[in-house]
Antibody, heavy 123, light 108 residues
């Protein structure tokens, strides 16, 4: 059973870069047909997809965030990471990492999730 | 403003059947599968329904999904107190995953 765990600073200053890492356990991040992605949820609000990276390294990003987002993978550590630049208070949210299962024809999104980590943007 | 439209709230009494709707467009629900997630308080969302009407292992058959045109529905029969949660629909839309705004289900 794969498990995901987010880590990173809980407080980021405005205009700086938010950096989070998701550590995958219970399976290799580079085996199988999976996308590894990030989703965020502001307090009391709904879910917003940020982007994803495939096991090959190819990425897709939400167009509304694309200019500020970078998702990368480190297969040696079984981790993938999120960088969001030029943050403002509007980026304050719980950030989740999640797996998208693309085996068996087509992709089924978000069958496994991390527990989430709160990131607050404030000076 | 979410791309997919859900009612903000729904409610029912134990044992009742409730449905939650999700409305989209031809670029998302109309041409792709719909997924449903259950989010219990202070927890990560959990996949409840995939590919319109399929249940992952471990999800009770009290939960069912359907899709018609550009709309989808989640039905919960035999409502139980532990079903009180937020429910989200999702679909692929051209180049990104989009979600509904969520429906808060209250079990009276």
């Amino acid at each position: 059973q794969v498990q995901l765990q987010e880590s990173g600073p809980g407080l980021v200053k405005p205009s700086q870069t938010l950096s989070l890492t998701c550590t995958v356990s219970g399976g290799s991040i580079s085996s199988g047909s999976y996308y590894w992605g990030w989703i965020r949820q502001p307090a009391g609000k709904g879910l917003e997809w940020i982007g994803r990276i495939y096991t090959s390294g190819s990425t897709n990003y939400n167009p509304s965030l694309k200019s500020r987002v970078t998702i990368s993978v480190d297969t040696s550590k079984n981790q993938f990471s999120l960088k969001l630049s030029s943050v403002t208070a509007a980026d304050t949210a719980v950030y989740y990492c999640a797996r998208e299962n693309c085996s068996g024809g087509g992709c089924n999104p978000f069958d496994s999730w991390g527990q989430g980590t709160l990131v607050t943007v404030s000076s | 403003q979410s791309v997919l439209t859900q009612p903000p709230s729904a409610s029912g009494t134990p044992g009742q059947r409730v449905t939650i709707s999700c409305s989209g467009s031809s670029s998302n629900i109309g041409s792709n599968y719909v997924y449903w997630y259950q989010q219990l308080p202070a927890t990560a969302p959990k996949l409840l329904i995939y590919r319109n009407n399929q249940r992952p292992s471990g999800v009770p058959d009290r939960f069912s999904g359907s899709k018609s045109g550009t709309s989808a529905s989640l039905a919960i029969s035999g409502l139980r107190s532990e079903d009180e949660a937020d429910y989200y629909c999702a679909a692929w839309d051209d180049s990104l995953w989009v979600f509904g705004g969520g429906t808060k289900l209250t079990v009276l």
